[in-house]
């Protein structure tokens, strides 16, 4: 029979997602007639569901699986994802949501023309959406492949066991694709915020069923560096050793010998921070420093990273004004926080459970904890021999479903927005009638959705949140300073924005674009084969264990070059800022109920706006 | 903007397109961001010094978690909401504030 070669809770839950999600869709495609239904729902969308639908939009595979996977291969480091992760949003709050949302544009690009008052200035900035928008894309896509080979494992295909990884990308990769087409902005409001509780429900329910059954969040970690022979342990530590030594044999299996040791693994500056010391072969406490480097770069990425991500920004507008931006982003800091307590347990859990996964690469590696974790379940019984396992695997297979699909159909809505309202709508036919903008937006949604795809094919052997590490780099190095500067200093120039951000986010492109042309190099797939001319650049990064961080972990370096670009070549160009910019300025800060913005609006009306 | 340095500043139309009016608005208002966001850098940028210089007490235990586990793991998030907060109870008076007086001014 076919039907035994899956698993029906799995496929059945997941199957529900899709067919749910693309209801919605559908259903909200019906009511989204207008322009503005498209590309900013309408801008009256409440706070509750804002919020919901930003978080549900944000948490992706590399906060679903991501953080999971590599909180269980590289311990302590990757908790500096989640946090930042949550963080970030802090100074999007502090610095950026209130004055962007009162300036009032459809898009990044339309801030950065409005602001400057130059259409060079949009190409620039949509070149950017674009950038960052195809990077994040791609560990979605992953996520997408390493969830259908999971859930298709024993199907056999062409002969070959188990369904390959490129499928699994393109059939996602096509269903969302289309449904953006349809559905607009307005379509995928709804959609993630139904999103959003799905996934929050399917990484909660099954970290309190599997600590209910082998222990707490608190006693997994009791567990590490407790069984091992750790070095120099005093004698009373030594005898408590000895007796949490019985249960702690029934709380984990052996780990395989490509697992990090307990030592390395629980404590800071592990193997994630300090691989590039390693590689070159420098040892013991002498890694320290490069892996204490290693750790600002990631904190300064992600938390800036977040304030530039031009996704999320898109969604401020959909605020019906500044208060509401800033309780939505409130909110948005409660819902996701909330969240990123729980991925760090499956992959704590799964080190101590599912070990094996040390052993697998790509679609079979740790990534893929959160789906298979709760199978274990089935192996110990339950009560009525009912497969409970099964189904909570089920139901976190339908969050992993959740999760790429949303952030990537936001992904291709801002992408898609970008083509169609800068490129298309500005650019090549300013006097297209807004239904022809509107046949346009389905067209882009279909060729940004397929390079998205082309691209996700490639990228199976890189981690999901390594790689979202990487587009956040490239936000912060660019959108960050852009509008962090643009919005609170009156000297920035349209010289000074496009210097900074153009070279910060090139710099920071190439460097993480390196990185990671180097590591597929080594993998022992199609994809070594592929990237194999840049093997040499590996021998290169073990006598630079210096350089190889700072081009994987570019920010630490790329930010601060951005922003320093910015102050020196505005302050050259000093004569060229806006002439209205007081008035600009006002439009930014000054409360809505003064209605400064009428007098900007009569203002520009000679000029096209 | 000839025309504000002309008129004299106790026109209330004038008043919100002055150079000091925006001033002291971005002045205020970046003045709480920044309060906000040092207190929340402190912890941020804090927490990896913590690690290096003081390994052995961040490796102690708590309730199973090491602390430095369980500062990253869980209190953060409670610490970030707590300036959030406070930051938008804050900015939203401070924006009332802005408004009240510029009303004051047309009376």
């Not at chain 1, 304030?307 to 507008?317: D, E, S, T």
């Not at chain 1, 089920?394 to 959740?402: D, P, R, S």
């Not at chain 1, 390594?466 to 956040?472: D, E, N, R, Y």
């Not at chain 2, 990253?72 to 009240?100: K, M, Q, T």
Request: net charge positive; glycine share 10%; charged share 15%.
């Amino acid at each position: 029979m076919m039907l035994a070669a899956f698993d029906v809770w799995i496929l059945s839950f997941s199957a529900l997602t899709v067919l749910i999600t693309m209801g919605m869709g559908y259903w909200a495609a019906q009511k989204s007639r207008t322009a503005s239904d498209f590309f900013v729902a309408g801008r009256g969308v409440s706070v509750g569901w804002n919020a919901s639908a930003i978080s549900g939009e944000y948490l992706s595979s590399a906060s679903f699986m991501g953080v999971a996977g590599m909180v269980m291969s590289s311990g302590y480091d990757a908790l500096w994802y989640p946090v930042c992760y949550a963080c970030g949003y802090l100074f999007l709050l502090l610095f950026i949501a209130g004055p962007l949302r009162r300036f009032g544009a459809y898009t990044i690009p339309d801030f950065a023309e409005g602001r400057y008052d130059s259409p060079l200035f949009r190409k620039i900035a949509v070149i950017f959406v674009l950038f960052i928008g195809f990077f994040y894309t791609m560990p979605q896509m992953k996520g997408a492949g390493t969830t259908l080979s999971y859930i298709f494992k024993d199907i056999s295909w062409f002969g070959e066991k188990g369904l390959p990884y490129p499928v699994g990308v393109v059939l996602v990769g096509g269903v969302i694709t289309f449904n953006v087409a349809v559905g607009g902005m307005k379509g995928i409001t709804l959609v993630q915020a139904f999103q959003y509780w799905l996934k929050m429900f399917a990484i909660s329910v099954p970290v309190f069923v599997l600590m209910s059954v082998y222990g707490s969040y608190g006693n997994q970690l009791a567990v590490q560096g407790a069984v091992s022979p750790a070095p120099a342990v005093s004698a009373a530590s030594g005898a408590s050793m000895a007796s949490a030594n019985p249960a702690s044999d029934s709380l984990r299996k052996p780990l395989p010998a490509k697992a990090p040791p307990d030592a390395t693994w629980l404590n800071p500056f592990g193997p994630l921070t300090s691989k590039a010391a390693k590689a070159a072969k420098i040892e013991g406490p002498a890694t320290r420093p490069y892996a204490l480097l290693y750790t600002y770069s990631l904190i300064i990425a992600i938390v800036c990273g977040t304030a530039g991500l031009p996704h999320i920004l898109v969604r401020f507008y959909t605020n019906p004004d500044g208060v509401a931006a800033k309780k939505t982003t409130m909110w948005v800091m409660i819902l996701i926080g909330v969240f990123y307590v729980f991925p760090p347990v499956f992959g704590v859990m799964g080190r101590n459970l599912l070990p094996a996964l040390y052993d697998g690469t790509g679609v079979n590696g740790t990534d893929k904890i959160v789906l298979e974790l709760p199978k274990v379940l089935d192996a110990a019984g339950g009560p009525g021999g009912i497969r409970w396992g099964s189904i909570l695997s089920g139901i976190t297979c339908a969050g992993a479903f959740a999760a790429f699909m949303s952030t990537f159909s936001g992904l291709l809505v801002s992408m898609t927005g970008a083509l169609a309202h800068d490129v298309y709508g500005r650019m090549l036919r300013p006097q297209s009638t807004a239904a022809e903008r509107m046949q346009m937006f389905k067209w882009c949604a279909a060729l940004t959705g397929g390079v998205a795809t082309l691209l996700g094919c490639f990228v199976e052997p890189l981690e999901i949140n390594f790689m979202v590490g990487q587009a956040f780099a490239i936000a912060a190095a660019s959108y960050f300073p852009l509008l962090f500067i643009s919005v609170w200093w009156r000297g920035m120039t349209l010289q000074g924005a496009a210097t900074g951000m153009l070279l910060g986010g090139v710099f920071a492109l190439m460097a993480v674009a390196l990185t990671n042309v180097s590591t597929l190099s080594l993998d022992k797939g199609p994809m070594g084969r592929l990237f194999a001319p840049f093997a040499p650049l590996n021998e290169f990064w073990a006598h630079h264990p210096l350089l190889r961080i700072l081009c994987e972990q570019p920010a630490i370096w790329t930010v601060p070059m951005s922003i320093t670009l910015m102050i020196l070549v505005s302050k050259l160009t000093h004569a060229s800022v806006p002439s209205d910019v007081r008035l600009k300025m006002l439009v930014l800060h000054a409360p809505e109920k003064l209605g400064l913005k009428q007098d900007y609006i009569r203002e520009h009306e000679g000029v096209g706006h | 903007m000839l025309r504000d340095m002309a008129t004299p500043e106790s026109d209330p139309q004038e008043h919100t397109h002055s150079e000091s009016f925006l001033r002291s608005l971005m002045r205020r208002q970046l003045k709480l961001s920044i309060t906000c966001a040092l207190s929340f850098l402190i912890a941020l940028l804090g927490l990896p010094l913590l690690n290096y210089f003081m390994p052995d007490a961040m490796s102690g235990r708590v309730g199973g978690f090491t602390l430095s586990w369980l500062i990253l793991g869980i209190l953060f998030f409670p610490l970030v909401w707590g300036i959030a907060w406070v930051f938008i109870r804050r900015s939203i008076a401070l924006e009332e504030l802005e408004v009240d007086e510029v009303n004051a001014r047309k009376r």
